[in-house]
């Protein structure tokens, strides 16, 4: 055979590998790769329904003790939690001991403590379900309903890095005013008939109050992480500046990535991936308000990047912000599992695994329908731009094997 046409043969046999890879992870179930991530998606599938009012019957731990076992460096819950229900539902119903002002921040929330010394975060309800909105895409008070959602979502795609989350219906008056501190009380006031609070933050006003319905305001409620796992504060290499007229370095240079890949802890182990996991997620929730970021302290660059802070979220279900991708189409990489999942989440199956994982909440509906058609529509965007990539550098450079998974201590 001539050397051309060796050379063409070789060609065609590359092209034809390439086609295959693209293939098997494009929804195909070929590869041991994609049989493992159908499998992973399928236990994803059978645990998604829980039951309300779930209780703990098998074992004398408290559903604190038993989320806190779950934690581990590259994950927040387990693959496979059949205590998950009854964990949600005691956050749900557990007696409130101790109400404090939030942590510090920009928007209000509380600090509550459960009965059992269980500290959680209560974010207020502050919009109606329908409400949209408008102007950046980072505008607008917290939606608590947004955080019910985000880790859901964490759930469906097989992320496990969001702490649980769980709507909740408290009574001011009867759960929160008898247990509270003097600085939360001294934020209480009353419109009309609906009692309410404005808390202690940094854009906390008392001429901007969360108000309840009368008595009965609606929250959602976000599990502490244990205090065994500190947390360390990193600043996002593609946050914003914030400031009108002043750009960030990554809005005009194209090839930020490649500084970002010299930097520690972008230069070795699974950050940057877990920064991109991240851009996806925040690209399907409409979050581009994550400035800063969380891991665990003392990782040396291996913890997981934990989704915390997820409120600003479905605000608008007609914008898709596709800056918040630009970890991915900047870096053009992303990892085979995520790729995997997101594929098998194509032709409306995200939205319908959101519907049948928040009929569960009590606060049900979590998401207006427009924000569950607009999940689909952006995963479509997210699959165009990975696929975009390959075409252009080749799926062996824009898919990336990384699973993993470090021990629990």
């Not at 930020?256 to 802890?265: F, H, L, N, R, S």
């Amino acid at each position: 055979m001539k050397l051309k046409q060796r050379m063409v043969v070789l060609c065609a046999v590359l092209l034809l590998l390439g086609l295959a890879k693209i293939f098997l992870l494009d929804g195909g179930e070929g590869s041991a790769a994609s049989r493992r991530d159908l499998r992973a998606f399928r236990k994803m599938e059978a645990g998604l329904s829980l039951s309300r009012g779930a209780r703990l019957t098998h074992t004398l731990q408290s559903p604190w003790e038993i989320a806190s076992q779950w934690v581990g460096p590259r994950e927040v819950y387990p693959e496979e939690t059949p205590e998950l229900a009854a964990v949600l539902t005691a956050l749900s119903a557990a007696r409130i001991e101790r109400a404090d002002v939030g942590y510090k921040g920009t928007q209000l929330k509380a600090l509550l403590v459960l009965d059992g010394g269980q500290k959680v975060v209560f974010k207020p309800k502050r919009y109606n379900r329908d409400y949209v909105v408008e102007g950046e895409p980072y505008a607008g008070y917290d939606r608590h309903n947004a955080e019910v959602a985000a880790f859901h979502l964490d759930r469906i795609l097989g992320f496990r890095r969001a702490p649980l989350v769980v709507g909740r219906y408290v009574n001011l008056r009867t759960e929160i005013k008898p247990v509270a501190t003097d600085q939360l009380l001294s934020t209480f006031l009353m419109q009309g008939n609906n009692t309410c609070f404005y808390g202690k933050c940094y854009y906390c006003r008392e001429s901007e109050p969360a108000c309840a319905e009368g008595e009965i305001m609606e929250g959602s409620l976000t599990l502490w992480l244990p205090d065994v796992w500190p947390l360390q504060k990193h600043r996002h290499p593609w946050g914003r500046t914030y400031r009108e007229g002043k750009l960030a370095r990554w809005e005009y240079d194209e090839s930020y990535c490649d500084a970002v890949k010299k930097m520690p802890p972008y230069d070795a182990g699974p950050r940057l991936l877990d920064v991109i996991d991240t851009a996806i997620f925040d690209y399907l929730i409409g979050n581009a308000d994550r400035h800063h970021y969380e891991s665990f302290q003392d990782d040396g660059g291996a913890s997981m990047l934990i989704l915390l802070d997820n409120a600003k979220s479905f605000g608008n279900a007609a914008l898709d912000e596709r800056s918040i991708l630009a970890p991915l189409y900047q870096c053009c990489m992303v990892r085979v599992s995520t790729w995997n999942r997101l594929n098998l989440l194509r032709g409306g199956a995200l939205s319908s695994a959101m519907r049948q994982a928040l009929a569960f909440d009590p606060i049900h509906p979590v998401l207006a329908e427009p924000h569950l058609a607009a999940l689909d529509r952006r995963l479509s965007g997210v699959i165009a731009t990975v696929k975009q990539c390959m075409e252009a550098q080749g799926p062996d450079n824009t898919l990336i094997e990384d699973r993993m998974n470090l021990p629990h201590p």
